[in-house]
């Protein structure tokens, strides 16, 4: 999937794919067919930079219910013959998704397309999940034909039928037709489980790596071996070095974090730095001045898992360093520095958004830091990185750093959270935007009453609402 290209913030497209609260205000106040254009282009082309974890689809869908939007697009979309050559479940995945969150709030249209989809469409399995959570037994009963049609009745078809049970992430549907009074869908479903469970139990009886008596050149050799296949495991290695090596090892693993083969490098740095060993700093130094991108990567993130109050001091001096392992001291400092380490955070936050721009990784860890040691001064920052970043997480990083920093933020930025696709963001603002707006009322009893609304925003809306509050 290639990255998105995401329109400007301040344009209602640009608003919608970051899934802002003002996306949906402002789209409520647009010519409906404007609005209704922008939201098709959202769940068609999926915006999200990373769409295994950041949420749209119950932002979507609140949205379509609110513009009365009809679903020819997204039919189109999902029946196009594209659907047969690209079958990556990024592209119908939102879409889907879309659909899961109106058919629960009751559009029938919405669950006939699950239906359809399910029984002819590429990424079938997700349809399932969704028609798992939302449809009744018969809808569901009707599905296991086509569905079980999708694989061949020789040997390959079988193992895939018993991977796809095995690997289901709502057994529902299947369960159902492992029941089922058709003895050719009972008989068949009840092997593919069957068939699944073994598949597994000889996997978990046969395990592969590192044990108990390996040396602990055995588990630099795997690190290696590892490497070579274009698959890290300097992590797994490490946590292994600590099963196998003892005191008298030491010397051996010092050995390897300064001159080793990257993968021992890597291996050997983690362990020492999760050890807290007092040469790890030192070695990280050197593995940052002399080693390849893989092995300066590696001692990175192991510096940036140490705790002890040696790591911080350290941080204090590398922050001003012009390379990543400047970067990480910033990130350390964010994380585990003291109130005196406001202005070196603060700097670290301003190079990074002046260098690297508003999605940068590093402002993840700098946000929070902000939050945490109450930078005042960080507002401005904060508050540009909110609007302007695509990616919704980290929106709402900034917005709870905003809510510990700046004064204005309960009037501003926490009332149109309260309409945010991310749960934790909406959050937030229930717990921080001020009930004098007639709108912020309104909001909190709708989210209050909303069976699609997760529980924590529930709990904090019934934290500042009761049955009296005033609705003007």
């Known amino acids: 999937m290639f990255d998105p290209v995401i329109a400007p913030s301040g344009t209602l ?17 647009a010519p409906r067919a404007e609005a209704l254009a922008a939201l098709n282009h959202c769940v068609l082309l999926d915006p999200r930079h990373d769409w295994q974890v950041e949420n749209r689809s119950l932002y979507y869908a609140r949205l379509f219910l609110d513009l009365d939007g009809e679903l020819d697009r997204i039919e189109e979309h999902l029946f196009d013959p594209e659907d047969a050559l690209d079958t990556d479940e990024s592209r119908t995945g939102l879409a ?4 899961g969150h109106l058919a629960s709030y009751g559009r029938r249209d919405a669950l006939a397309l699950l239906r359809r989809y399910a029984a002819t469409g590429a990424n079938w399995a997700w349809a399932l999940d969704e028609l798992a959570l939302r449809d009744d037994d018969a809808g569901l009963r009707a599905l296991a034909a086509p569905v079980l049609a999708r694989f061949a009745a020789d040997a390959e078809g079988e193992a895939e039928l018993a991977a796809a049970v095995r690997d289901a992430f709502e057994p529902r549907p299947w369960r159902l037709w492992a029941d089922d009074p058709r003895e050719s869908v009972a008989t068949r479903v009840r ?5 699944g469970s073994f598949d597994l139990w000889q996997r978990q009886m046969r395990p592969t790596g590192p044990r108990p008596g390996w040396s602990v050149q055995a588990v630099f050799e795997w690190a290696q071996q590892g490497a070579e296949r274009g698959a890290p495991r300097h992590v797994p290695a490490a946590r292994c070095l600590t099963a196998v090596a003892g005191p008298e090892d030491r010397p051996e693993i010092l050995r390897a974090a300064r001159a080793g083969t990257d993968a021992a490098r890597c291996t050997a740095l983690r ?13 990280i130094e050197a593995a940052v001045s002399d080693g390849s991108v893989f092995v300066v990567e590696a001692a990175v993130d192991a510096f940036e898992r140490m705790r002890g109050a040696a790591a911080v001091d350290r941080a ?3 922050v001003h360093r012009p390379d990543p392992l400047g970067a990480a001291a910033g990130r350390v400092l964010a994380c585990r520095g003291a109130v005196g380490d406001r202005d070196l955070v603060l700097a670290a936050l301003r190079e990074a958004v002046r260098g690297e721009g508003p999605d940068a990784p590093t402002l993840w860890t700098l946000v929070d830091g902000a939050g945490r040691l109450g930078i005042t001064c960080a507002a401005p920052v904060l508050r540009h990185v909110y609007r302007e970043t695509a990616s919704s997480h980290l929106r709402g990083r900034a917005a709870r750093a905003l809510a510990a920093t700046d004064p204005s933020f309960p009037a501003g930025f926490a009332v149109e959270c309260l309409w945010d696709c991310e749960e934790t963001t909406r959050e937030i603002a229930a717990r921080h935007a001020e009930t004098g707006d007639t709108r912020v009322v309104e909001r909190l009893r709708r989210l209050a009453a909303d069976p699609a609304e997760e529980d924590e925003v529930q709990t904090a809306v019934r934290s500042r609402i009761g049955p009296d509050t005033p609705t003007g």
């Open 13 to 29: 497209l640009g608003l919608l794919q970051r899934g802002r609260g003002d996306g949906t205000l402002h789209a409520l106040t």
């Open 96 to 99: 889907l998704a879309v659909l």
């Open 191 to 195: 092997a593919a489980h069957e068939a």
């Open 271 to 283: 362990y020492l730095a999760d050890g807290d060993d007092p040469d790890a700093l030192d070695l």
């Open 316 to 318: 204090r001096g590398w």
